[in-house]
C-alpha cells in the first residue's frame, strides 16, 4: 500500500508539470512584460534618382584648322576669350598661295588666248572648205582636196573644243587657289568662346592641324555623364534633373535628360547620358564638373522604416520585431535599399504597423513588452 501511494505521489507531479507545460498562456503572464519604444511604419512613394558627375561643355565644340598647311602669320584671339560670328582668329602667311592664286589667273589669261586662235583656225578652215565644196560641185576641184579641206575643219573644231575644255581646267585650278585662300584664314563660324589654343605665331602647321578648340554660344551647355546598367535602363529622354556646381555652391540648376548612348563604351563599361542644362542667368564655363541627379519616371509603392529597428541583415534579407496584442513578434522583411537614416522595405511589413525601434536587442519571439512612448 506505502509503494503504491508513492507511485501516485510521482504521477501526479509529472501530470502537473505536463499541465503547466501545455499552457503558455499561464506562463507567458507569469513573465513580466519588457518596455520598447516603437514607430508606426509609414508608406513611402519611392522615386528611382541616378547619381553621376560629369564635366560641362557646349553641345557643339568644334577643332578649327586651316585647310592648308603653312606658317602661322598671326593669332588674333587668347584662350578663354568670347569671339563673335565672323571674326577673324588667325591667319598664314600669303605669299605661297597667293602666288599660286596668280599663277592660275595668268593659265587663264592663256586659256582665252587660245580659245581666240582656235576660233580663227575654225573660221579659215570653215572658209576654205566652203570654196573646195563649191570648185568640187564645178569639176573644178578634185574629191580629194575637198576631202582635205573637209578633214582641216574638222581638226579646227576639235581645236576649239580642247582650247574650251582648257579654260574650264584653268577655271577650276581658279577655284581650288581661291578656296585655298579663303580658308588660310579662320574666323568665328558663330558667337563662342576659344576654349583652347593649340598654337603660336610662326608655328608651322599643317593642313587640317586644330588651332583651336572652340564652343558655340549658339547652341544650349549639357553636362555628360557616365551611368552604369542598372541605372540606364531606367533612364529616359526628358527626364528632369537637378545639378550642382562647385563655383556656385548655394545655386541649384534644372536640366533635362537630351540623348542617352544605345551602347557602352568599350573601355569603362558605362553609358554616357547628356543633362541639358539651364544656366538660370548664371556664367557657366566648359569645363565645370558637376554633381548631377536624374529624377526617372521608375516609381515603387514601399513602406519606410528606421535603421534602428533592424535586428540583423543578409543581404535584402533583414528581421525586424514588431508589436501585435502586446507581443514581439519576429517578422521577416525584404530590404529594398538605404535611404539616408531610413530603410526601405519591399516585402514584410504594412504601413500602421508598430515596428520596435529601442529594447529589442533582449527580446524573445512572442515575449510580452510594453510601450514605453505611451
Known amino acids: 500500500m506505502k509503494q503504491a501511494n508513492i507511485t501516485l505521489f510521482v504521477l501526479l507531479i509529472i501530470l502537473a508539470a505536463a499541465c503547466q507545460t501545455e499552457n503558455p498562456e499561464s506562463d507567458t503572464s507569469a513573465r513580466q512584460a519588457k518596455e520598447v519604444k516603437t514607430v508606426e511604419v509609414k508608406s513611402y512613394d519611392y522615386q528611382e534618382t541616378v547619381f553621376a558627375s560629369g564635366r560641362l561643355s557646349s553641345t557643339e565644340e568644334a577643332k578649327l584648322s586651316f585647310k592648308t598647311g603653312g606658317i602661322i602669320k598671326k593669332i588674333y584671339v587668347r584662350e578663354g576669350q568670347s569671339v563673335r560670328k565672323g571674326q577673324l582668329l588667325a591667319e598664314l602667311t600669303l605669299d605661297e598661295i597667293q602666288a599660286q592664286t596668280q599663277q592660275a589667273n595668268i593659265s587663264q589669261q592663256q586659256a582665252d588666248i587660245n580659245i581666240e586662235n582656235a576660233k580663227l583656225a575654225l573660221k579659215l578652215a570653215q572658209r576654205d572648205y566652203d570654196n573646195a565644196l563649191g570648185l568640187y560641185q564645178d569639176s573644178v576641184a578634185t574629191l580629194e582636196q575637198l576631202q582635205n579641206a573637209e578633214v582641216q575643219l574638222e581638226n579646227a573644231k576639235n581645236q576649239l573644243d580642247a582650247a574650251q575644255k582648257g579654260k574650264n581646267l584653268t577655271q577650276q585650278q581658279i577655284n581650288v587657289a581661291q578656296f585655298n585662300l579663303k580658308f588660310s584664314r579662320i574666323t568665328a563660324p558663330s558667337d563662342g568662346i576659344i576654349l583652347k589654343k593649340l598654337a603660336e605665331?610662326?608655328?608651322?602647321?599643317?593642313?587640317?592641324?586644330?588651332?583651336?578648340l572652340f564652343g558655340s554660344k549658339d547652341k544650349a551647355q549639357v553636362i555628360k555623364v557616365n551611368v552604369t546598367d542598372k541605372d540606364i535602363i531606367h533612364i529616359e529622354l526628358g527626364n528632369p534633373a537637378n545639378i550642382h556646381f562647385d563655383a556656385y555652391p548655394n545655386t541649384e540648376f534644372e536640366g533635362t535628360v537630351r540623348e542617352k548612348a544605345s551602347m557602352a563604351d568599350p573601355y569603362t563599361g558605362t553609358y554616357e547620358i547628356e543633362v541639358e542644362v539651364q544656366p538660370e542667368g548664371k556664367k557657366l564655363y566648359s569645363g565645370f564638373i558637376g554633381q548631377v541627379r536624374i529624377f526617372t519616371d521608375a516609381k515603387q509603392n514601399l513602406v519606410a522604416i528606421p535603421v534602428d529597428a533592424m535586428l540583423k541583415a543578409d543581404g535584402q534579407a533583414g528581421e525586424v520585431f514588431i508589436v501585435e496584442d502586446s507581443l514581439a513578434k519576429r517578422t521577416s522583411v525584404s530590404i529594398f535599399k538605404l535611404e539616408g537614416r531610413h530603410l526601405l522595405i519591399s516585402k514584410g511589413l504594412l504601413p500602421g504597423d508598430e515596428v520596435i525601434?529601442?529594447?529589442?536587442?533582449f527580446l524573445n519571439d512572442k515575449e510580452p513588452v510594453k510601450l514605453a512612448n505611451q
Open 201 to 212: 605665331n610662326n608655328e608651322l602647321v599643317g593642313p587640317g592641324n586644330p588651332l583651336f
Open 357 to 361: 525601434i529601442s529594447g529589442a536587442g
